[in-house]
């Protein structure tokens, strides 16, 4: 149920959904449409994987075996159902929603949009992350409607719910927000969006390099120790979750310089496992050497001249 805490001590199946049809292709088509329906928020799913495989031609005519995933292309089946354009119009809908719940809560002047002025000049901005994408939103709430990039109208916006007109046809997109996350759901697919803060904590950051645990899990092995030079690619650790083995590679080439976890060692989604700093350039070595040799000249002066 919504709001339940899931623990690293569960079993991976949170949910089952079953359909039925009087032939295979008909079950498939319903099971297919109602796993693409489901608001599924908060946890990783593999919703849209099954999507592809129940809608693919082989899957269909039951040519399925330990090889389909080889044969039909992983990458290309695990790809999102929603589409970089529809990630854009999300993350659009996502900057509407939080402008109408914040205008919803205004204590003064809440008939009046989000850095409303008599004469309208600089837009609204908003930043999110969905996966490997950010989407930088910029718009303008004027007389004559919405400013936006591309053809787009405002129909409405609500705290929860955002239609707008793309092209001519409306679209609808359902907006869940969460603490650090906004999940948007429409008939193009279901997004997934990290909102960025304009000013963030410090205290929250993370160094670069760092590579974050991608779910629960108990660290089974190290293969690095801080100081060791890594290649791109190269297995740094292994996770043990839910059943299966996972390992943690380097991101680029680098030197460990921190590795905060330890074989038998249970982490939470997001845990800090290890910082791979990548190593000087030339060009960056060949100014520190000659920022210290301009520091080693003042204090030579400054010691003659007492001297």
Sequence with gaps: MSGTE??????????KVIV???????????LAATLERAELHGVRTNRDLLVRILRHRAFLDGETDTAFFERHGLEVLAEPLADKSTEELSALAAALADAARR???????????????????????K????????????????RDGLVADGDVALVDASADQVVLEVGGVRRRFAVA??????????ASGSVTLTPVDRFPDPSQQVAAGSLLAPMPGTVIRVGVAV???????????WLEAMKMEHTISAPADGVVVEL???PGQQVEVGAVLAVVEAPATDAV????????????EAVAGRVEEKA
Aim: aromatic share 8%; glycine share 10%.
């Design 6 to 15: 899931v623990s690293p001590y569960y079993d991976a199946m949170l949910a």
């Design 127 to 142: 930043t999110f992350v969905a996966g490997d994408s950010t989407y930088e939103v910029s718009y303008r709430l004027t």
């Design 285 to 296: 070595r060949e100014a520190g050497a000659r920022e210290a040799g301009a520091v080693r």
């Design 260 to 262: 905060g976890v330890e």
């Design 177 to 186: 927000a969460y603490d650090g996350l906004v999940c948007v759901d429409s």
């Design 20 to 30: 039925w049809g009087a032939t295979r292709e008909v079950a498939a088509a319903r």
């Design 227 to 237: 100081g060791d030079e890594v290649k791109h690619g190269q297995p740094l650790l």
């Design 103 to 125: 205008r919803s809560t205004a204590k003064v002047q809440s008939r009046l949009p989000n850095g409303w002025r008599n004469l309208a000049s600089q837009p609204q901005r």
